[in-house]
């Protein structure tokens, strides 16, 4: 027969008992929210850096001017008669490669370069390096977002789709010029003749071709990061 000490012992036990495993419940909760609070910390990481991606710029140039004498585009950096207009930025990008540009595709076959004027006096570099000639045409793609194309190469090949093989991205530096070009001066013939005298410009440069003046277009860069494209 149970004495009186024997049941208040075997009580105090049972309550230990109760109290501990309710005391274990309370610490695996806590836990299970400690644990929950990490995994949602997380994933907000994750998508803010994901946003932070698309942040991402690309390089674009715009239609500047048409001479209709030569059948030519003038394209560049800024079209500076629009008091609105904006620069690209070659070096960090401008517009949003989430939003929709053309492509400025170029099929570049040697054309000789037309007898047009270099005009202006330049700026760090002499005027016939920002009015270089692309020695072929150039056209637009309808408007994409940059951030589709994965790399140079998948840029080359949705013009080439677009317009046939000879056609690939245009780029910041298509321009060539001759040290004192000017109107005939190394100008048809004589711009053939003188390979060997040419150097890559940049910034603007004229090409053949009539495109649309509404909206700038998506371009190649090979010396910066500033394209929403790997090279």
Avoid at 49 to 69: I, M, W
Wanted: proline fraction near 3%; glycine fraction near 8%; charge should be neutral.
């Amino acid at each position: 027969m149970l004495n009186v000490y024997t049941v208040v012992v075997v009580l105090l036990s049972i309550a230990f008992y109760a109290n501990g495993a309710q005391l274990l419940r309370s610490i695996d909760a806590a836990a299970q929210v400690d644990a929950e609070v990490v995994l949602a910390a997380s994933l907000k990481a994750d998508v803010l850096q994901s946003s932070s991606s698309t942040g991402k710029k690309g390089l674009t140039f715009v239609k500047e001017a048409h001479l209709a004498d030569f059948g030519i585009d003038f394209v560049g950096c800024r079209n500076w008669s629009d008091p609105n207009g904006m620069d690209c930025n070659a070096y960090t990008g401008d517009t949003l490669c989430t939003e929709r540009r053309p492509v400025l595709c170029t099929r570049v076959d040697s054309t000789p370069r037309p007898s047009y004027l270099v005009l202006g006096q330049g700026a760090a570099m002499p005027a016939h390096f920002y009015a270089g000639w692309n020695r072929g045409h150039i056209t637009t793609t309808v408007p994409v977002q940059g951030s589709q194309f994965a790399n140079r190469a998948a840029v080359d090949a949705y013009c080439a789709q677009s317009f046939g093989s000879s056609w690939k991205v245009a780029t910041f530096h298509d321009g060539y010029f001759i040290a004192g070009m000017n109107g005939t001066t190394y100008a048809g013939a004589s711009w053939t003749q003188n390979v060997a005298k040419q150097y890559q410009g940049g910034w603007h440069y004229y090409s053949y071709g009539n495109i649309r003046n509404d909206i700038r277009f998506w371009v190649h860069i090979n010396d910066q990061p500033s394209t929403c494209w790997t090279q």
